[in-house]
């Protein structure tokens, strides 16, 4: 993510959302069903608190985060890596700091690597600048010394990574032109230069292949068709499924279904969110909109937000043979503070995200916050 303007048009076209489900009660309860990865992604997490920000517990007791998160059953953190962004952070010496809280805490480590200075998404795939005029062969080795650095040197600061995406919903490839969707070849190449660095400075790390699009089971069988008729090393099967974007609750079921079938891996929903509100906490314009909103059938308030939530717990956790092995929700400490927004080259950028977030604009904790102890 960075949401993303767009996604982007690829051989495989986003399937079309139609209106989904009703509201439930807020707060925890028994799902009847377990998820082995109960994670979230958290890579604003250190800017904000550099920024400022303050997050307390239901009742307005300001508390550590990582305690709160803990404490509603979160067991796994995502942590985005860049090359040389532009103002420090998601890169490898940020991402080597919060590793240690993370695995303080108690939590397994998920790194995703965006290959790029910023974010990579369906819509962007921008090489690094420091690749960007590297002949094919270097930019493979790039990868692979890239990969193989930033895994290394969490495996020996003792906060080894669990698992490891290659490359961030990577529909259209990675490292545009070379990698693009329409040049496997490459595509390949560059994959398995990731994957095999992983594995060689993290052998213990399960490697993940990560697209958007979860209910796009047609785009997603053309791809992994592809990976596999190339020889791409992976483990685990990851999709990005925000209701209000990438189809039904029924559509990404049956894809998660499928595709855990098919080329006999582990599936997970690496990124998803909901709103809780329309509103704004600051002057930057929210992603998610009642118009979105409308789009999924839920409403946005915190009731609706867990009513979203617990429908992606559902999906993966109900994935036959124990196959669905995790859900991380997107970003839900990313609050607005002034200082910590999306642009890294532009210290005045705003959110756009605080309104998915698992904290109220009053900084306390939504009831969003306690789904996954219903996983445990």
């Known amino acids: 993510m960075r949401r993303r303007t767009l996604l982007a048009s690829t051989a495989a076209a986003a399937t079309a959302v139609t209106a989904f489900g009703t509201p439930a009660e807020a707060g925890p309860r028994r799902s009847g069903r377990r998820l082995a ?5 958290i890579s604003t997490l250190k800017k904000n608190l550099d920024k400022g920000a303050v997050y307390r517990d239901a009742r307005g007791r300001r508390a550590d985060p990582f305690a709160l998160l803990a404490a509603g059953g979160m067991n796994a953190a995502r942590l985005k890596v860049w090359v040389n962004p532009a103002d420090g952070y998601n890169s490898k010496a940020t991402v080597l700091t919060m590793a240690r809280r993370v695995k303080a805490a ?13 974010w990579a998404d369906p819509g962007k795939q921008n090489k690094p600048a420091a690749w960007a005029n590297l002949p094919f062969p270097q930019l493979r080795d790039a990868v692979y010394r890239h990969t193989a650095d930033v895994l290394g040197a969490l495996r ?3 906060t080894p990574a669990d698992l490891v995406q290659i490359g961030n919903e990577i529909n259209g490839g990675m490292l545009w032109p070379d990698g693009r969707w329409d040049n496997w070849p490459n595509l390949a190449a560059l994959l398995t230069a990731g994957s095999t660095a992983a594995r060689s400075a993290s052998p213990r790390t399960r490697v993940v292949l990560h697209l958007a699009e979860g209910g796009n089971n047609a785009g997603h ?13 992976f483990d685990v099967i990851a999709v990005s ?3 209000y974007w990438h189809g039904t609750a029924d559509s990404l079921a049956a894809n998660l279904n499928d595709l855990s079938a098919r080329y006999g891996r582990d599936i997970m929903v690496a990124e998803t969110a909901y709103g809780f509100t329309t ?7 929210q992603i998610f909109t009642a118009s979105l909103a409308a789009t999924a059938g839920i409403p946005a308030t915190p009731a609706g937000q867990v009513t979203a939530f617990r429908t992606i717990c559902d999906i993966v956790a109900a994935v036959p043979n124990g196959r669905g092995i995790g859900v991380f929700y997107w970003e839900p400490t990313w609050t607005a503070v002034t200082g910590a927004g999306w642009d890294p ?6 959110d756009g995200w605080e309104n998915q977030a698992w904290f109220d604009f009053n900084d306390r904790a939504l009831p969003a916050l306690q789904v996954y102890n219903a996983y445990r």
């Open 37 to 41: 990865l109960r994670g979230a992604d």
């Open 106 to 118: 108690g939590m397994k480590l998920f790194i995703d690597f965006h290959y790029s200075d910023a």
């Open 156 to 158: 020996a600061q003792g």
């Open 221 to 233: 069988r053309w791809w992994f068709d592809n990976a596999v008729s190339y020889g791409v090393p």
């Open 241 to 243: 499924h925000y209701l």
């Open 279 to 285: 509103a704004e906490d600051d002057f930057e314009p």
């Open 345 to 350: 080259a532009d210290p005045a950028s705003g």
